[in-house]
């Protein structure tokens, strides 16, 4: 092939295309098929690694996602554990009568109850655990779960009037529902 420098672009092209073609396949009369398909194989493995580069991208993607979510999450099996502990200390509170307060020989006891109390909050907060809000709200299933209805002319039905478990959040996932007694329409 000659080196002349008028010659077209789309010529210098095809020229570079076809450096790797023995020249018997040049001189053929199938040289125009036998380019196009070549350029056809080229398009199609030009394709299949844009697709491989794209599915590469979305499974790294995946995986940084499953890789934050297992950290933020990864204290969820403790924090349901733990929150049977939180339950009772909140039980012992409630049953230490008022008078019983106010004497000497039980005030350390309430003090270090409502103090371990406190500190399990402090935990709770630090690792993104929250109470679910209830009383006084519209029954949400997504938070919470209706374990009776008791008749009520004061709120609409629907509306919780009892709390009789926490319900907790861990994040932005439930960790636990809140087990609530809802209002219903008086017989």
């Known amino acids: 092939m000659n080196e002349d420098k008028t010659q077209p672009p789309e010529d210098a092209a095809v020229e570079e295309e076809l450096k790797g073609v023995p020249e018997e396949m040049r001189d053929s009369n199938g040289e125009n098929e036998e380019l196009a398909r070549l350029r056809e194989e080229l398009e199609v493995a030009k394709q299949d690694v844009l697709y491989a580069r794209a599915e590469t991208q979305n499974v790294r993607r995946r995986l940084e996602k499953d890789v934050a979510d297992t950290r933020a999450y990864a204290a969820t099996g403790f924090a349901r554990d733990i929150l ?3 339950d009772n200390l909140s ?9 019983m307060r106010g004497d000497e020989k039980m005030k350390g006891l309430v003090a270090g109850i409502e103090a371990t109390s406190r500190e399990i909050d402090k935990v709770f907060s630090s690792h993104g655990i929250s109470r679910v809000a209830a009383m006084g709200l519209p029954l949400d299933p997504n938070q919470h779960q209706a374990m009776m209805e008791v008749p009520s002319a004061e709120v609409e039905p629907g509306t919780v009037v009892q709390e009789l478990q926490a319900g907790y959040m861990i994040k932005d996932r439930l960790l636990r529902p ?3 007694a809802v209002a219903k329409k008086p017989d």
């Open 84 to 86: 049977s502990v939180a």
């Open 178 to 180: 809140a087990m609530v």
């Open 91 to 99: 039980r012992a509170l409630t049953a230490i009568p008022e008078e």
